[in-house]
């Protein structure tokens, strides 16, 4: 049968780290639920440690949509840490496996120098810029006071954001949120505790309470997932593992 003429539950799974080539097929599918009525509900798997803020940002803002548009959207969190968690936070109930890592609620910016490495090389290089600090990225040459301290009001718009965002969703005060805002990452069981989830559960009796609480039955569940061309599949999946294994290597 069509699951355009039947009353179903969705499940959807964010794995890997945030991007924008990820996120952007997954707000077009987002998109697309809001459209088809027979969906009645999403239950949005989550496996991340993070990525970019924006982007993160956008994903959570096309999940509210979704519900504005009249879905209920719960949330299963498995690795849901940084922009993983701020994505987390569009949903309606969170839900967590008793060894899920949740939180990391916080900004981080890296730049390696590389200066010295290159002069051991004998790699010389030459930079051509307009604007004082158009170079400040590279890895070249280590940040002046000036550019820090640039670098840190930028970080606190973007932390307080998060902040913002997390105090909202969950209903925990701002000055709560901060306390919670330090980075730290959290077993289920003291998320739970610090409401940064709603239940410690499997992730059957999570599906359960969105299908019951939407009057659909359980078996009426079906599974959507992006799908890419081969060699996308094979080139961006060795991409991302390396740059998950070296995401995960800096957060433990």
């Not at 879905?71 to 940084?82: H, I, N, P, Q, R």
């Not at 590279?138 to 970080?155: C, P």
């Amino acid at each position: 049968m069509s699951i355009f003429n039947r009353r179903r539950v969705a499940v959807i799974r964010y794995s890997g780290t945030i991007t924008a080539q990820n996120v952007s097929s997954y707000i077009k599918l987002l998109k697309k639920l809001e459209k088809i009525k027979s969906i009645k509900g999403v239950m949005f798997v989550i496996d991340s440690p993070g990525g970019s803020a924006v982007h993160s940002e956008l994903l959570y803002y096309a999940v509210k949509r979704l519900r504005k548009k009249g879905k209920k959207v719960f949330g299963y969190l498995e690795v849901s840490a940084s922009g993983g968690y701020m994505v987390a936070c569009a949903l309606e109930r969170l839900y967590a496996p008793p060894m899920a890592i949740i939180g990391s609620i916080g900004v981080i910016s890296i730049k390696p120098v590389l200066k010295g490495v290159m002069k051991k090389l004998g790699i010389d290089y030459e930079v051509v810029k307009k604007g004082k600090h158009k170079d400040m990225w590279l890895f070249t040459r280590n940040y002046s006071d000036e550019e820090r301290i640039s670098i840190n009001e930028l970080q606190d718009e973007i932390y307080y954001r998060f902040v913002e965002i997390v105090s909202e969703a969950r209903g925990i005060t701002l000055q709560d949120t901060i306390s919670l805002a330090t980075g730290e990452l959290f077993s289920s069981k003291s998320a739970a505790a610090k409401k940064l989830i709603d239940e410690v559960s499997d992730f059957d009796k999570a599906l359960e309470d969105l299908c019951e609480s939407l009057n659909v039955n359980p078996d009426k569940v079906v599974n959507l997932s992006i799908k890419k061309p081969l060699f996308q599949r094979i080139i961006g999946i060795s991409i991302q593992n390396a740059v998950e294994d070296i995401y995960y290597r800096l957060m433990y």
